[in-house]
């Protein structure tokens, strides 16, 4: 069973009395065993009166020899047991970090000629770590310019850039980025400014952009660089949150031209003014349209009634008034819809494509959904299509399995058809059953499902196109016939090679890519962190006390994202007891008229989304997030690491593990305690710190420090 803590030092004071008394019973013992019967009972018969009148003396004496040998044991006990023990916890820390508080030299001499030889290691190891950072410093200067540069490029980049790694984790973005999605992808209903930025390092790109999308994207570019294409990006435009329309292309990275894949480039721009523009230019052509059809009636009508040679003047005045008045007014409104096209935006933006690579997607799509094989052989080669494949096959695959569906388990015989028409193009989605289309008269209306709320119409017009359905003459087949634009010429011509890749940088921002196995058996060091603190109202969760305030800061690669925290008040629709304010500070007015915890818990998961929790004395912290699982509808459901348990197996003879006293063993300077961000900065360094000694400990793992920790004593706490 494990001691409680400070049991060695209680043992220490108790053995000396338990040794003397154990020894003089046994002394006792020992003499009256050695005598007659007779001597026995003489001899107790004359201690007897001398134990009744004077055994207090004896007592008296024993208590004051234990008292004195128990202080000189303690002692004994704290220089040789406790002192060295501390002194190994100081050691190691000073052994994995040269920055840390030297290690006490107190003690006995020797102990203390311990401490002085490890604190003059300890400096010369400062001072080779110092000529070490020098020569690195010195080696690095050339990368540290070219760095910067890259950095200046990206501030200064008028789109939004943001770069990817392999599995969609953000390692790099600009200013312009973080500002587009702080100001178009935040949930509806929350006020700009509540909760954390939408993107940070470390975090997926698929909390924002619907993965479908980001997939179908990476499948193009697969095809394109499958075919040898130099320059090979894919477009698409995503809806925001707020309804913003966003265009989308991403690009490959590669070490070099024409290696492997390590990431990705996402440019991207908000089309949401230029497409509203386009569609208020084309509401002006339908309404110029539908005016002049009613102008030159008006005037074929006054010119009929003019060619009567019988009609009297007035009457020809009057008409030939109708006449000028309706080329007046049509002057005017071709001035007008001029005014307004000199403001163009643009359509739906289209991708130019290979028809035969739509035609194969949409078949493996169909395929995949129906479980029925589409044939593709009728697809003209050489043809190329300006679309947003992204939609149009989803169109596609909606009208197939509603066919399947309607032929009750048959095979429909799918078949794709791509031909040109008059400078457009036919895409066919052909089936066996004629009868299949008769109850299909709703589809084009139906919403598609999925992420996207588009029906086959939307798509149809994103394309400014039509769709009919057409039924084979002999009366044993149909199609679904899609009238496409295509795409301008030249795309079938093979394209010149890529120029060499100027030298603007030549570190690695892709060897941080996550791993795809099992969180508990990642290393410490390769898990990105969320550390995060709470100010509340009092110390009982269960009681009605609320949450005022959370702060939180991100670790990724080992590194304090200091720029990217998330600190909020929050209105706790309660008082604030005084007894509260005077520890952290926050006074109802500066609550009132905050968001709720209802709103801001939804913000905060979304900022800790896909990383481990870590708190000091966290599990206070988690019954509060716990407890508002139901108003927030977000559950917090993550690991959690807490530094006060991890504080005591990396320190298993200290006594204390208070946030202070941590920090001072550790060279943590501690600052803005009891705020919420102020306290989670000052646990995400401890925590750091902690790293290497757990390390040292055998604890490396995520389920090793789990696991550790829970053996904690102050793991059992319940709030």
Not at 211 to 228: I, V
Not at 386 to 391: I, N, T
Not at 437 to 452: I, L, V, Y
Request: aromatic share 6%; with cysteine.
């Amino acid at each position: 069973m494990k001691l409680p803590r400070g049991t060695g030092a209680v043992l220490a004071m108790l053995l000396p009395g338990l040794a003397l008394a154990l020894w003089l019973v046994l002394g006792a013992g020992f003499l009256l065993m050695a005598l007659d019967g007779a001597a026995r009972t003489a001899l107790v018969g004359a201690l007897a009166p001398v134990a009744e009148s004077h055994g207090m003396v004896l007592v008296l004496w024993w208590v004051l020899f234990s008292a004195g040998a128990g202080l000189l044991a303690r002692r004994f006990y704290g220089a040789h047991a406790e002192a060295p023990a501390r002194l190994a916890d100081a050691a190691r820390v000073l052994a994995g970090d040269p920055a840390a508080p030297p290690v006490p030299a107190t003690g006995p001499a020797g102990l203390k000629a311990l401490g002085e030889v490890v604190n003059d290691l300890a400096g010369q190891r400062r001072a080779l770590q110092d000529d070490m950072a020098r020569l690195v410093a010195e080696a690095s200067r050339d990368v540290a310019y070219q760095r910067d540069q890259l950095a200046a490029l990206m501030a200064e980049l008028e789109q939004s850039v943001v770069v990817l790694n392999l599995e969609g984790r953000i390692l790099l973005y600009n200013a312009r980025a973080r500002t587009l999605f702080r100001r178009l992808f935040r949930a509806p209903g929350t006020a700009e400014g509540v909760g954390a930025d939408p993107i940070g390092l470390g975090r997926s790109i698929h909390t924002v952009i619907d993965r479908a999308l980001m997939d179908h994207a990476r499948e193009t570019l697969e095809r394109l660089m499958g075919r040898g294409e130099a320059r090979p990006s894919a477009r698409f435009v995503t809806t925001t949150p707020l309804g913003h329309l966003v265009r989308v292309l991403l690009a490959p990275v590669r070490a070099e031209a024409g290696g492997a894949v390590t990431g990705f480039v996402l440019l991207l721009d908000d089309i949401t003014d230029e497409y509203e523009a386009r569609a208020r230019q084309d509401r002006t052509l339908i309404d110029l349209n539908e005016s002049a059809r009613a102008s030159l009636a008006a005037m074929q009508a006054a010119l009929d009634m003019l060619d009567y040679p019988d009609l009297d003047a007035s009457d020809r005045e009057r008409f030939q008034a109708v006449v000028r008045d309706e080329v007046m007014g049509l002057g005017t409104r071709l001035s007008l819809a001029a005014d307004a096209s000199s403001d163009m935006g643009s359509r739906w933006p289209l991708q130019d494509m290979l028809g035969a690579d739509l035609a194969a997607a949409a078949a493996r799509r169909i395929a995949a959904d129906t479980g029925h094989a589409v044939a593709t052989d009728q697809v003209d080669a050489d043809i190329w299509l300006s679309v947003d494949s992204f939609a149009l096959i989803g169109a596609l695959a909606f009208l197939a399995a509603r066919v399947a569906e309607a032929e009750g388990g048959a095979d429909p015989a799918f078949a794709l058809r791509l031909t040109p028409a008059s400078g457009r193009v036919h895409l066919d989605l052909a089936f066996a059953d004629a009868r299949a289309a008769t109850s299909g008269a709703g589809w084009q209306s139906a919403p598609m499902g999925g992420t996207s709320q588009l029906c086959v119409r939307d798509v149809v017009e994103r394309h400014g196109g039509e769709l009919w359905l057409e039924r084979a003459r002999a009366g044993t087949g149909a199609c679904f016939r899609f009238l496409l634009p295509a795409a301008s010429e030249g795309h079938a011509e093979a394209q010149a090679p890529a120029e060499s890749r100027p030298a603007y940088f030549d570190f690695d921002l892709f060897a941080a890519s996550a791993g795809s196995h099992a969180s508990d058996d990642r290393l410490l060091s390769d898990l990105a962190y969320t550390v995060f603190d709470t100010e509340t109202t009092g110390l009982d969760p269960a009681g009605g006390d609320e949450i005022l305030q959370i702060g939180a800061t991100r670790i990724v690669n080992g590194r304090i994202l200091s720029s990217e925290c998330f600190d909020q008040l929050v209105d706790p629709g309660r008082s604030i007891p005084e007894a509260g304010i005077a520890v952290h500070g926050i006074r109802p007015e500066m609550v009132r008229g905050k968001p709720s915890i209802a709103r801001v818990l939804p913000a905060f998961h979304a900022f800790a989304a896909e990383t481990v929790l870590v708190g000091h004395n966290v599990a206070f912290d988690m019954r509060f997030l716990t407890l508002k699982e139901a108003t927030s509808g977000v559950a917090f459901d993550q690991p959690v690491l807490d530094t006060l348990l991890l504080a005591g197996l990396a320190h298993p003879g200290e006594e204390s593990h208070s946030m202070e006293a941590i920090a001072g063993r550790l060279g943590v300077t501690v600052s803005g305690r009891h705020t919420a961000l102020g306290d989670a900065l000052v646990t995400a360094d401890i925590f750091l710190k902690l790293l290497p000694l757990l390390r040292a400990r055998g604890i490396r793992t995520l389920g090793e420090a789990r696991a550790a920790a829970a053996t904690s004593y102050y793991a059992k706490l319940k709030y």
